[in-house]
């Protein structure tokens, strides 16, 4: 059920679990370095190895990132040899979702940034 489905719903357990699902889909989406990974993996198909090198991040890191966005239904493997190679579902659909939120963020400013709750400096806390 589409979330604009679920605003129009009498139903409160219908619009509970949608909402739900929405915030786990955005959640995937909370972390840098996994927008990171996203954006590598819509160029195409990377092995950990080579997001590590991309990214300068640590392998047990990208792989949990990896595995958070795999949750998710974001990403994808296969094998290929010794190695696995990912890469990202539903690449346009996802790029459009991360261009409406440039668009966003562009509207809004630095107000997201500042955010006392979820802003820059309440996540290095």
């Not at 489905?5 to 972390?31: I, K, Q, R, T, W």
């Not at 996203?38 to 590590?52: K, P, Q, Y």
């Not at 792989?63 to 994808?76: E, F, I, Q, R, W």
Request: aromatic fraction near 4%; include cysteine; proline fraction near 3%.
């Amino acid at each position: 059920m589409a979330m604009q489905d679920v605003v129009l719903s009498n139903d409160p357990v219908d619009e509970g679990a949608a909402l739900m699902a929405a915030s786990c889909l955005f959640h995937g989406f909370s972390d840098p370095s996994r927008l990171s990974i996203v954006r590598h993996l819509a160029l195409g198909e990377h092995r950990v190895v080579d997001l590590t090198t991309h990214l300068g991040l640590a392998q047990s890191t990208v792989s949990k990132h990896l595995a958070c966005l795999k949750d998710c239904g974001l990403v994808t493997s296969r094998p290929e040899g010794r190695a696995s190679m990912w890469s990202l579902c539903h690449t346009e659909t996802v790029m459009d979702l991360l261009a409406a939120a440039e668009r966003l963020l562009a509207l809004t400013g630095d107000a997201v940034a500042l955010c006392p709750t979820f802003g820059a400096e309440a996540s290095q806390q």
